[in-house]
Structure formats: C-alpha cells, structure tokens
C-alpha cells in the first residue's frame, strides 16, 4: 500500500497532523477525507507513490489496495467542508466567494533578492537587517530573468532587504529592461547614502526604473520611530536626488510612489485622502514632489506581529483586520496575477506567504522544478494574515485595492 505527498515537507506533516486527529468511523470516509484534504491542501492533481507506514500506524487505513507500478491519480472530490480548520480566511473566502481562491497568470515576479538591509525597521515583515546573509545567487539571479524572459513577464518587482545590495542586482535590471519589461524597485531612500551606492540614483533613471520608496509618514517623528532615528532627514535628502533626475513629476519613465504605513496598530487611512497631504506636506515643506501614494495595511506577521504580541495589542488588530473583510477586495488580490520568489529560488503567492514559509500549494515548488505556465488556476495557499489583504479598501503592494 502506498502514499506519497507530491507537496511540501511542511504540508504532508499539516494532513497527517489532521489525520492524527480525526476520529474516522470507517475505511471509506477515511479515503474520502484524507484525499479531501489533500485537495484541500492543493494536491488534487498530484501523484501518490511512497509509504503510507505513518498513517497506518495512526489506524487511518486502507487508501487503495496496491496495484503493481500504479501512480494513483486523486480524484475530484468536494473542496468546502475541508479547508483548514485554523484558517478562518479560507472560510470566510469560500462561504461569501463559493469557491477558494485562485490565481491567474503570471503577470509579475515579485522577486526577493535578498534579506540584507542597511536598515532594520520596526514594522520590517521580511526581518530584513545589515547582519542577514540571504542572499540570490547569481544561478538563482539568472533562473528568475530566464523564466521572466521565456513567460513574457511583463513586470519585474525586485524587494528585498535593500535588492540593491544584491551584488547581481544590476544586471537583473538590465537584462529585464532589455527584454522590455517593467521594472519596479523597493528602495528605501537611505541606501543612497551607503558607500558604494552613490551613483544609484542615476543608473535607476538610466534604466527607466520604477521607483517604489518607503515613506511612512510625511512628518519626521512619525517616520524615524518606525524606520530609526534621522532616516527621514536622508529620505527627504533621497527624494531630492530622485526629484533632480526628473522622477515624480509625471514621466511615464521616471515613475515616482511613496508607500505609506500606519505607525500603530491601526488600520490606514484612505489613500486619495492621505495623498493630497503628502502632497501638501511633502512640497510645501521640502518641495518633493511625487506621482503616487501607496497605502499599505501593516500584516501581522514577523517583526510587527511580535511587536503586537509584545504589546498585548495582536488579538484586538487582528480582530479589527478581520472584522473589516471586504468580499469586493478579493479580484485584485496581488496573489491573483503575481508569483513571488525568494531568495533561494523557491515560490510562494506572495511576499508575505514567502515571510511565512508558506509554501505553493501541490509544487515541490523552485524556478528549478516548476514551469510557470502550470501555475495558472491554482489554488493560493492562504492562512488568517490574508485578513490584511482584504481589510476596509484592501491593500497590496500598490497600495488600496478598491
Ligand atoms: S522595511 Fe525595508 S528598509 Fe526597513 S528593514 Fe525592512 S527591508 Fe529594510
Ligand atoms: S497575504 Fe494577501 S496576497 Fe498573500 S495570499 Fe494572502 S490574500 Fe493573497
């Protein structure tokens, strides 16, 4: 008899935990469950090989009588009364949507080249700092611009830590550019300032970058207690060099965001609103100007869930997430259309699934072993921080999704 989990480590141990748990009256509803929450688990059209030694250890048995050189097929079976039972956001998806929630194609990888950073922010999901040693290699590096290049992707989204610290950095802009693809890059202004960097400004206008800049708040205190001390001076200092190569000012090649971020655990206000006092604020008292304010809902994951909890603040804000799920947010979900890589070639639904470990559903799941147009229709592996996603107007990457 056999069994065998074509998914994660992570997730094989997720079911068997389950089976570990269920009280199963008999052999037949055994098959039935436990092959629905494989599906459950994104395996429905996975192969079984291997042993089931550990399930039949826990009593839940017979799966299939063993047939000589079968690879068993999972047949389809109902998918909603068998979603994790902790993953509240899952259900709720699935009881107002009638189905869980899926991606389309690949239309941007959001690759993260890295964890290291020059600084290390208070409300940071990817724990990002100077003393972090992940980072892409250049095999890696060259797997993500082979699959951008072979999938017509159309926009590369390169995160990090600073990705400009990533010492292939460079070339991944060049070559995405050359293929003619978008190119978007997480920058965190006080890199500028770094040895080494001097000349980043210029090279980002040279490629036509579109530039994405952390700024939680147009007011110096309120940004240095989230991002340290006197990083809003450089910001503002960083936003003047990007102003003197003519970015912000309305140039389709020389785009210009801001990203903007509650400071507490609150949920923000609403974007056009906030970006007409940046705007005020920004060119009355530095003369900054900018094209678009992204406004962003802080995920309570890593760094800013252990401040929550350290608080005694993380129940009540992810109650408050929770309390204000937004069905209208789930179309422009950025897991729909984005695939995220991390550091070391693996691939998640988005950045902060990878922050998460968690994982693709159904994929042994690397730029290595995986075709991106495979990847369509899946169903997106999800847990209750996706409640950040569809909170009030929703948030992503660019900002309020309705
Ligand atoms: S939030 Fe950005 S700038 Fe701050 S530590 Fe994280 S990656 Fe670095
Ligand atoms: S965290 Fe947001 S983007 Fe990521 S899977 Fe959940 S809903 Fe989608």
Redesign the pocket.
């Given at each position: 008899m056999s069994l065998s989990i074509s998914g994660s480590v992570h997730r094989a141990e997720t079911i068997l935990d389950t089976a570990r748990l269920a009280v199963v009256p008999t052999r037949t509803f055994a098959r039935v469950f436990l092959l629905a929450k494989l599906r459950a688990n994104g395996l429905r059209s996975g192969t079984m090989n291997g042993s089931t030694d550990a399930l039949t250890d826990l009593g839940i048995v017979e799966l299939e009588r063993p047939r000589k050189n079968r690879i068993m097929q999972l047949p389809v079976v109902g998918q909603s009364n068998f979603t994790d039972p902790t993953d509240r956001f899952a259900q709720r998806i699935e009881r107002q949507d009638g189905r869980p929630l899926s991606a389309k194609r690949v239309e941007i990888l959001q690759v993260n080249v890295g964890k290291l950073?020059n600084?290390?922010?208070k409300?940071?999901h990817?724990d990002?700092?100077p003393a972090r040693t992940e980072i892409m290699t250049e095999e890696t590096a060259r797997q993500c611009i082979a699959a951008l290049e072979q999938h017509e992707i159309k926009t590369l989204d390169l995160t990090?830590?600073?990705p400009e610290m990533n010492p292939h950095f460079r070339w991944m802009v060049r070559r995405a550019r050359a293929a003619g693809a978008q190119v978007i890059v997480r920058h965190?202004l006080t890199i500028q300032f770094e040895s080494g960097y001097e000349d980043l400004v210029s090279f980002f206008a040279d490629q036509s970058v579109d530039v994405v800049c952390?700024l939680p708040h147009f007011e110096q205190d309120a940004t240095d207690r989230q991002?340290g001390r006197g990083v809003f001076d450089k910001s503002i200092a960083g936003l003047r060099a990007l102003n003197a190569v003519g970015y912000g000012q309305g140039r389709a090649d020389r785009a210009l965001a801001l990203v903007h971020n509650p400071v507490g655990a609150y949920l923000p206000g609403a974007q056009s609103a906030l970006e007409g006092q940046y705007r005020q604020e920004l060119k009355s008292q530095h003369g900054i100007t900018f094209d678009a304010l992204y406004v962003i809902t802080n995920m309570p994951i890593r760094r800013f869930k252990d401040w929550l909890v350290r608080t005694g603040q993380h129940d009540e804000y992810q109650g408050a997430l929770e309390s204000a799920f937004n069905l209208a947010t789930i179309p422009s979900l950025m897991c729909r259309n984005t695939l995220s890589v991390s550091w070391d070639g693996r691939l998640f639904d988005c950045d902060f699934n990878q922050m998460l470990d968690l994982e693709l559903h159904a994929q042994q799941a690397t730029l290595a072993t995986v075709s991106l147009d495979k990847l369509a229709g899946r169903v997106i592996a999800t847990g209750n921080h996706c409640f950040g996603c569809t909170a009030g107007t929703g948030s992503s990457c660019g900002g309020q999704l309705t």
């Amino acid at each position: 008899m056999s069994l065998s989990i074509s998914g994660s480590v992570h997730r094989a141990e997720t079911i068997l935990d389950t089976a570990r748990l269920a009280v199963v009256p008999t052999r037949t509803f055994a098959r039935v469950f436990l092959l629905a929450k494989l599906r459950a688990n994104g395996l429905r059209s996975g192969t079984m090989n291997g042993s089931t030694d550990a399930l039949t250890d826990l009593g839940i048995v017979e799966l299939e009588r063993p047939r000589k050189n079968r690879i068993m097929q999972l047949p389809v079976v109902g998918q909603s009364n068998f979603t994790d039972p902790t993953d509240r956001f899952a259900q709720r998806i699935e009881r107002q949507d009638g189905r869980p929630l899926s991606a389309k194609r690949v239309e941007i990888l959001q690759v993260n080249v890295g964890k290291l950073c020059n600084q290390a922010c208070k409300h940071c999901h990817v724990d990002a700092g100077p003393a972090r040693t992940e980072i892409m290699t250049e095999e890696t590096a060259r797997q993500c611009i082979a699959a951008l290049e072979q999938h017509e992707i159309k926009t590369l989204d390169l995160t990090g830590g600073a990705p400009e610290m990533n010492p292939h950095f460079r070339w991944m802009v060049r070559r995405a550019r050359a293929a003619g693809a978008q190119v978007i890059v997480r920058h965190n202004l006080t890199i500028q300032f770094e040895s080494g960097y001097e000349d980043l400004v210029s090279f980002f206008a040279d490629q036509s970058v579109d530039v994405v800049c952390s700024l939680p708040h147009f007011e110096q205190d309120a940004t240095d207690r989230q991002r340290g001390r006197g990083v809003f001076d450089k910001s503002i200092a960083g936003l003047r060099a990007l102003n003197a190569v003519g970015y912000g000012q309305g140039r389709a090649d020389r785009a210009l965001a801001l990203v903007h971020n509650p400071v507490g655990a609150y949920l923000p206000g609403a974007q056009s609103a906030l970006e007409g006092q940046y705007r005020q604020e920004l060119k009355s008292q530095h003369g900054i100007t900018f094209d678009a304010l992204y406004v962003i809902t802080n995920m309570p994951i890593r760094r800013f869930k252990d401040w929550l909890v350290r608080t005694g603040q993380h129940d009540e804000y992810q109650g408050a997430l929770e309390s204000a799920f937004n069905l209208a947010t789930i179309p422009s979900l950025m897991c729909r259309n984005t695939l995220s890589v991390s550091w070391d070639g693996r691939l998640f639904d988005c950045d902060f699934n990878q922050m998460l470990d968690l994982e693709l559903h159904a994929q042994q799941a690397t730029l290595a072993t995986v075709s991106l147009d495979k990847l369509a229709g899946r169903v997106i592996a999800t847990g209750n921080h996706c409640f950040g996603c569809t909170a009030g107007t929703g948030s992503s990457c660019g900002g309020q999704l309705t």
